[in-house]
C-alpha cells in the first residue's frame, strides 16, 4: 500500500453557491454551542414516516446536534408534517436524494454530517454514542440498524452485523473488492469534506455510494457494533427490497456500480492508488449482480460464468462457512427451473426475515 491520506476535514471554497428553497420553515433558534453534528432528513412523500424520523433526533435533546429536514417537493402533505415537528426545514423542487441532501450541506454548519431517511429512525442515546466517537480524524463512522417493518414492528436484529474497530485497514478492500461491508444510508456519519464529493456524483441520485467507499482513504472509519438506528423496509424502498424480484432494478445496480468505480479511481489517484483498484467487471460484487439478472431475465447460466463467479467469491473476505453456503446457491440456483430459480433469488434478496429452512421451501 502506498501513497498518504488526508487526515483533517476541510473546507471547500470551490463549492457551488446553494440553491434556493422554494419554502422555509424556521424552526427553533440555533443553542450557542457550536453543533458537532448535522443530521440532515430528506423527505419525499413520506408523510406517514417522516414525522418519527424527526422526533426521534429531537427527543434526545442535543445541542451540539443540529437538524435540517429537507422537503424534495412532496406532494402528500409531508411538508404540513414536518412543519407541525417545529423542525428547521427548506423545501426545494424534487431532484433526487442526492440533490436534496447536497442541498442540506450546503445549510448546515457542523463538520459531521449524518443523512436520515425520512423513513428511518434513530435510536435512544445515539447522538451521544456518536459524537462521542467523532474527532478530525474520522472521515466515516458507521453502525448497525435493526429492520422495522412499515408498521415499526422490529422484523431483524442489527444489519449488518459489525465488528467494531477503528483505522484504515478497509483501504486494501476496496482496492481489491470494490465494496465493503456496510450499513444503509441511515447508518453512517461523514465528514463534511467526504459529503463533498457528492458533488461530482451526477451519475447516481443516492447518496449511500461513492462517499462510502471513497471515506477511507480519506481518514479513519470508526465501527460501532451496537444498533443506533431503524430501518424501515416496505414496498416503496428504492432498493427494491421487499419488492418482487425486478430485473430492471439490477441493470440499474449495474450501471451504477460501474459508474460510482470510475469516480472512485479518479479519487484514490488522488491519495497515491493509481491502478490498484479492481477493474469494476471483475468485481464480486458485479459478477454477482450479473448472476442474479441472468436468473431474474431466465438466462441460462453457463458453467464458465459460474466458475469465474465462483472462483471471485472464495477471494472475498467472508467467512469460510458463509462462503459455502452462497456457493450452494449458486449451484442450487443454476441448475433448477427458471421459474423456481427466480423465487430462490427472490427469497434471499428480501430484506425480511430469512432461514435456510425459508429458502429451501422458496426454492421446492
Known amino acids: 500500500m502506498t501513497g498518504s491520506m488526508d487526515q483533517g476535514a476541510s473546507a471547500n471554497p470551490g463549492s457551488p453557491a446553494p440553491e434556493r428553497s422554494r419554502s422555509e420553515h424556521a ?24 414525522d418519527r424520523a424527526i422526533r426521534s433526533v429531537q427527543s434526545q435533546h442535543r445541542e451540539d446536534c443540529e437538524l435540517l429536514v429537507v422537503d424534495d417537493g412532496s406532494t402528500d402533505g409531508s411538508w404540513e408534517v414536518i412543519g407541525s415537528t417545529g423542525a428547521r426545514a427548506l423545501r426545494v423542487d424534487n431532484g433526487g436524494q442526492r440533490k436534496a441532501c447536497l442541498h442540506g450541506l450546503h445549510h448546515t454548519l457542523s463538520p459531521f454530517v449524518l443523512f436520515l431517511d425520512a423513513d428511518d429512525e434513530l435510536l435512544p442515546g445515539s447522538l451521544e454514542a456518536i459524537i462521542a466517537n467523532l474527532d478530525d480524524s474520522v472521515a466515516k463512522l458507521q453502525f448497525p440498524l435493526k429492520r422495522m417493518d412499515g408498521d415499526g414492528n422490529i422484523i431483524s436484529g442489527p444489519v449488518p452485523e459489525l465488528d467494531a474497530f477503528r483505522g484504515r485497514q478497509l483501504v486494501r478492500r476496496v482496492l481489491q473488492t470494490g465494496v465493503y461491508t456496510t450499513p444503509p444510508t441511515s447508518g453512517n456519519v461523514f465528514r463534511r469534506d467526504v459529503c463533498h464529493l457528492l458533488e461530482g456524483a451526477e451519475y447516481d441520485k443516492a447518496v449511500d455510494g461513492v462517499i462510502l467507499f471513497a471515506a477511507p482513504f480519506m481518514g479513519d472509519v470508526v465501527s460501532l457494533s451496537q444498533p443506533l438506528g431503524l430501518y424501515r423496509v416496505h414496498d416503496r424502498n428504492d432498493s427494491g427490497l421487499g419488492t418482487e424480484l425486478n430485473s430492471q432494478s439490477l441493470r440499474r445496480d449495474l450501471r451504477r456500480f460501474v459508474d460510482r468505480m470510475g469516480h472512485l479511481r479518479q479519487i484514490v489517484e488522488t491519495y497515491g492508488f493509481a491502478g490498484e483498484l479492481v477493474v469494476p467487471e471483475q468485481a464480486y460484487f458485479y459478477l454477482e449482480r450479473r448472476f442474479y439478472l441472468a436468473v431474474a431475465e431466465g438466462e441460462r447460466i453457463s458453467v464458465q460464468s459460474l466458475l469465474r463467479l465462483l472462483t471471485v467469491l472464495w477471494r472475498e473476505y467472508y467467512p469460510a462457512r458463509t462462503k459455502a453456503v452462497i456457493t450452494a446457491f449458486f449451484l442450487m440456483t443454476s441448475m433448477l427451473p427458471k421459474e423456481r430459480a427466480r423465487r430462490g433469488l427472490a427469497y434471499r434478496l428480501d430484506a425480511g426475515k430469512r432461514s435456510p429452512l425459508g429458502l429451501l421451501q422458496a426454492l421446492i
Do not use: D, R
Open 27 to 50: 424552526g427553533p433558534e440555533p443553542a450557542g454551542i457550536p453543533p458537532k453534528l448535522s443530521v440532515v432528513i430528506t423527505c419525499w412523500n413520506y408523510s406517514q414516516y417522516v
